[in-house]
């Protein structure tokens, strides 16, 4: 399984780099990590303008990242044509590899933009208990706020649900490595 690491995660430093492990870079700027970078577009559940998310792209493009994450993006059939002319202008510029993240199951037309979609991105509760309808293999799941001792456990089950690539981390969403005293650094991978 590929082992993406959201914004607020981020890997030990003793992992080494390989073409399965991407970052999730915030914004343009200083280079995190040598790890494969995706820098993060927030689309705002398809609520930002069209010119404003392809002047990110291009933004992103400058800072020479691998691909991108389509971060808070629309899953239904209604937000489908925006996230296309993203995606296709994206590969125009050479970035290739995007992750859509609506954090939830898509409309099946998303599918058909061949890139990757993370199905969950939640809590570690909500996680155990979710039934995965509308996933398809593959697909990615970010689990996060799980306990330090059950992040083996956690990956287990995302393979189990057929995870082709996330992360389970003992880090929440809105606690920066920094701010946790590098707490994030833990995440299993």
Partial sequence: MKTLFPPYAHPSP?????????????R???????HQRLGRIDLDWGGRSLADVLADVDEWRADGVEGLFLDRAPAG??????????VRLAARRGLHR??????????PLYRDLGVR??????????YQGWDGDGVRPGDGHLVHGVP????TAARRLMG?????????TDAGPYVSAVASGG???????
Wanted: charged share 15%; with cysteine.
């Fill in 117 to 126: 979609i993370c199905t969950f991105d939640g809590p570690w509760s909500a």
């Fill in 77 to 86: 059939s209604g937000g489908v044509g925006p996230v296309a002319l993203t």
């Fill in 183 to 189: 707490a994030a650094d833990s995440a299993d991978s």
């Fill in 98 to 107: 995007v992750v859509l993240n609506p954090g939830v199951p898509t409309h």
């Fill in 148 to 151: 330090s001792t059950l992040l």
């Fill in 28 to 34: 343009p700027g200083p280079r995190r990590s040598a």
């Fill in 14 to 26: 003793e992992l080494p780099v390989d073409a399965d492990t991407w970052i999730v870079q915030e």
């Fill in 160 to 168: 189990r649900r057929g995870a082709g690539f996330g992360l389970a």
